[in-house]
Structure formats: structure tokens, C-alpha cells
């Protein structure tokens, strides 16, 4: 009886646990140095006493304001198994941060957001940042990658197209202080190849 216990949890692991390998295989970030435009960062993940920075980055980036507070970063982080939050870092200090949430049964791959400190913007940061999520979104074998912009933020959204990104909606009212409309954006990864 014993035996075939941990026979079927053995085969349990290996056969019907595969999305569980890939996360665990895929999602186990090495923090590590990138060199980005001919400069280099630290790139890891992001951990709990990150968030200060982070908002910090939210409130350079729009106005003053932090879109998600120390409690919603702090729940996103908890989440280890459906959410990855990534940041870079430049002589230690955090210059960019981006997360999202991970849909293993729509294999979606949602950002729910990135930015980039406005002192290192247009340095290819934010570019590099979504494409390793999209990396990252490959190696776990979804089939998209979604995304929401601020309608207004036009500079975001030829970045977006520039990756593959295509317009897939709008959500009226989408943000919370000043109910600008969000621009939904989809990346089919099966169609990029």
C-alpha cells in the first residue's frame, strides 16, 4: 500500500505536474548583471523591502501619485507561484521595476505594470524589461501577453507596438484617480513565433 502511494506521487510529479516545472524552472530568476544600450544593471527579483523604491519610481513616473500602494505591491509579492515582479537596479539604486500576473488556465500573461524612473527613460529599460516578461511567457508555453496603457500615454504605446503588441479594446473609466480610459493591448506569441 505504501508502495503504490509513493508510486503515484511520484508519477503525479513527473506527468501531471508539468505547468508546475516550468514555473518553478522558469520563474527561479538569477539575479544577475545585463547590460542594457551599453550600460550595465542589476537585474533580480523584486522582494518585499523593494517596495519603498518602487513607489518611490510610481511617484516620479505620475505626478506624485503611486497607483497601487505598499499593500497591494506587498500582496503581489506574497504571490509566488502566479505573479513575477522583476526590477533593475543602477549603482544599487532601483531605476525600473515592472510585474504580472500569470493565468496558467487562459496561459495569459498579464503586465500589470512597469515603469521606468524618469532619469532613465529612453534608455531601452522598459523595452528590455517587457521583452524578458514575454521571454519569460514563452518558456512557461502561453499563448499571450496583455497589457493596459493610459490612452494619453502615446509613448508607451509605440513601445508596445514596436514589440508586436496590437490594440484589443478599450476599458472606459479604467483608472481609479482620474478615470482616464485604458488602452488594452494583446501580444499573440503563438502568431510572433
Known sequence: MIMLKKFKDWFSKQFYNKEV???????????HDVEINGTEYFLAKAMIPDIPEILGIERAVYGGQTPWDDRAFRTELMRKTDRLYLVLRRNDWLVAFIGCSLNNHTKDCHIT???????????????????????????????????????SNTRAQKLYRDIGFVDNGLKKDYYFNDREDALNMLLDIIKIG
Not at 516545472?21 to 539575479?31: A, G, H, M, P
Not at 531601452?124 to 512557461?140: D, M, P
Open 113 to 151: 505594470n512597469v515603469a521606468v524612473a524618469p532619469n532613465f527613460q529612453n534608455h531601452g529599460l522598459g523595452y528590455f524589461l517587457v521583452t524578458t516578461i514575454i521571454k519569460k511567457a514563452r518558456q512557461l508555453q502561453y499563448s499571450k501577453v496583455t497589457l493596459e496603457v493610459r490612452v
Open 21 to 31: 516545472q516550468l514555473r518553478e524552472r522558469y520563474l527561479d530568476i538569477k539575479n
